[in-house]
C-alpha cells in the first residue's frame, strides 16, 4: 500500500466515525463533534492529496484546508450557539425530543 | 506503510472513537481534541507545517475550548441514565458502514493512489503569505467576511431574549 492510500483510508475511516456518531448519537453536541470530525477527514484529504499529487509548490492544497479551517470554525461557532438557543428554548439537547418546527 | 504514520493513525483513530461512543460529554469532548493533535501532527508529518499549527491554534485551542463550553452551558456534564444511542441507531450504523465501504473501496482500486510520493517538498510560511496576498487575496477578503458575519449571527442566536 502506498502512502497517500493509507492517509486516504486514514481519512475514510475518520469520515465514517463522524458519520456513525452524527447518525447514532442522541445528544445534539456529540452530533457536532461528529460533524466537526468529518471536516477533518476532508482536510486530511487535502494535505495528503497535495502532498503526493504531481506539483505540491503550487500550494493549492494548502490553501483549500487554511480556508476550510476558516469556514469550519465558523460552522462551530454557529453550531454551538443554535444548540445553546434550543437547550434555552426545550430545556434538553436529546434530538429524539427536539422534534417540532413551531415549539 | 511506516512506524510514524502507525502511531498517528492509531491516535487519532483510538480518540476519534473514544469521543463518539463515550457516555459522559466532558470526556468526549477531551478525547475530540486529542483527535485533532493527532491530524495536526499528521499535516506536520505530510510536511504541512503551517496547517498542523494552525490546526493547533483554531482546533485544539479554540474549538474543542467552545465545546466545552456549550457542555459547560447545556448542563451536559452528568453522564444520561437512559441510552446514548438515537432511537434509529441502527439504520445509522448501517449506512455508516455502506459508506466506509464504499470510499474502502475506491481508494484500494483508483489509480491516484498508487502514485509514488514526490521529493520533499518545503513551503516556508513567506510562500504562504505571498500568496495569501496575490493569487489568494479575494477568496481571504471573503473569509474575513464570513467570519465576521457568523460571529456577529452566533452572538444574535445566543442572546437570551428579552422578555416583553
New interface residues.
Given amino acids: 500500500?502506498?502512502?497517500?492510500?493509507?492517509?486516504?483510508?486514514?481519512s475514510?475511516?475518520?469520515?465514517?466515525?463522524?458519520?456513525?456518531?452524527a447518525?447514532?448519537?442522541?445528544?445534539a453536541?456529540?452530533v457536532?463533534?461528529?460533524i466537526?470530525?468529518m471536516l477533518?477527514a476532508a482536510?486530511?484529504n487535502f494535505?495528503?492529496f497535495?502532498?503526493?499529487?504531481?506539483n505540491?509548490?503550487e500550494?493549492t492544497?494548502?490553501?483549500f484546508?487554511?480556508?476550510s479551517?476558516?469556514?469550519?470554525?465558523?460552522?462551530?461557532?454557529?453550531g454551538?450557539?443554535?444548540?445553546?438557543?434550543i437547550?434555552?428554548h426545550y430545556k434538553t439537547?436529546n434530538?429524539?425530543e427536539i422534534n417540532s418546527l413551531k415549539g | 506503510?511506516?512506524l510514524p504514520?502507525a502511531i498517528i493513525?492509531a491516535v487519532?483513530?483510538a480518540a476519534?472513537?473514544a469521543?463518539?461512543t463515550l457516555r459522559n460529554?466532558v470526556h468526549?469532548?477531551l478525547a475530540?481534541a486529542v483527535?485533532?493533535g493527532g491530524?495536526a501532527l499528521?499535516?506536520l508529518y505530510?510536511?504541512?507545517q503551517?496547517?498542523g499549527l494552525?490546526?493547533i491554534l483554531?482546533?485544539v485551542g479554540?474549538?474543542a475550548i467552545?465545546?466545552v463550553?456549550?457542555?459547560l452551558?447545556?448542563r451536559?456534564g452528568e453522564p444520561?441514565e437512559k441510552?446514548?444511542?438515537?432511537?434509529?441507531?441502527f439504520?445509522?450504523?448501517l449506512?455508516?458502514?455502506a459508506?466506509?465501504a464504499t470510499?474502502?473501496w475506491c481508494?484500494?482500486h483508483s489509480f491516484?493512489?498508487?502514485?509514488?510520493?514526490?521529493d520533499k517538498?518545503e513551503?516556508t510560511v513567506k510562500?504562504?503569505g505571498d500568496?495569501?496576498m496575490t493569487k489568494?487575496v479575494l477568496?481571504l477578503e471573503v473569509?474575513g467576511l464570513?467570519?465576521t458575519a457568523?460571529?456577529i449571527?452566533?452572538?444574535i442566536?445566543?442572546m437570551?431574549e428579552e422578555k416583553k
Fill in positions: 500500500m502506498t502512502p497517500l492510500a493509507g492517509y486516504l483510508l486514514l475514510a475511516f475518520l469520515f465514517a466515525i463522524g458519520l456513525a456518531g447518525l447514532t448519537r442522541r445528544n453536541i456529540i457536532l463533534i461528529g466537526e470530525l477533518n482536510n486530511l494535505i495528503a497535495w502532498r503526493y499529487g504531481p505540491p509548490e500550494l492544497g494548502i490553501m484546508v487554511i480556508f479551517i476558516a469556514v469550519a470554525a465558523a460552522e462551530a461557532a454557529v454551538l450557539a443554535l444548540i445553546i438557543a437547550y434555552r439537547t434530538m429524539d | 506503510m511506516n504514520f493513525a487519532i483513530v476519534a472513537t469521543a463518539m460529554l468526549s469532548s475530540v483527535a485533532f491530524l499528521a499535516y505530510l510536511d504541512a503551517f496547517v494552525t490546526q483554531v482546533y479554540a474549538v467552545l465545546i463550553f456549550a457542555v452551558l447545556t451536559g444520561p441510552c446514548i444511542f438515537s432511537a434509529t441507531w439504520w445509522g450504523l449506512i455508516t458502514v459508506v466506509f470510499l474502502a481508494v484500494m491516484a493512489s498508487r502514485r509514488d510520493p514526490s517538498v513551503v510562500q504562504i500568496a495569501l489568494f477568496p473569509i464570513l467570519l457568523a460571529l449571527g452566533a452572538v442566536i445566543a437570551r
